[in-house]
């Protein structure tokens, strides 16, 4: 069983940094895309990062574009997510999910298969 278990979440003030955290069970992330999802309040779900299965493409938001930075270590089966200068209008649940295998990058949320259950990240002005 695939299980996606994101943490780092919390409140930071405007201009703070947070660190997320995706660790996976039950499948070596090592072939696949990962991505960064988020949900605001009354808000569809929104792409916000994705990382290539070798580490080497990534693609953001361009709402986070110099912001924000996916990661990810293989030998830890965990994905990564560095979010800098925080703005209130990054409030959201932030969801990692697992994608395609051997994809460079993927922005759609059908593209992926396996989903964490989401952790808050409230940013306050």
């Known amino acids: 069983q695939v299980q996606l278990v994101e943490s780092g979440g919390g409140l930071v003030q405007a201009g703070g940094s947070l660190r997320l955290s995706c660790a996976v069970s039950g499948r070596a992330i090592s072939i696949y895309v990962m991505g960064w999802f988020r949900q605001a309040p009354g808000e569809e779900r929104e792409f916000v990062a994705t990382?290539?299965?070798?580490?080497?493409?990534?693609d953001y938001a361009d709402s986070v574009k110099g912001r924000f930075a996916i990661s990810r270590n293989n030998a830890k089966n965990t994905v990564y997510l560095q979010m800098e200068s925080l703005k209130p209008d990054d409030t959201a649940v932030y969801y990692c999910?697992?994608?395609?295998?051997?994809?460079?990058?993927?922005?759609?949320?059908?593209?992926?298969?396996?989903w964490g259950q989401g952790t808050q990240v409230t940013v306050s002005s």
């Open positions: 999910a697992l994608g395609p295998q051997y994809g460079r990058t993927a922005s759609r949320s059908s593209q992926y298969n396996y």
């Open positions: 990382i290539s299965w070798d580490g080497a493409s990534t």
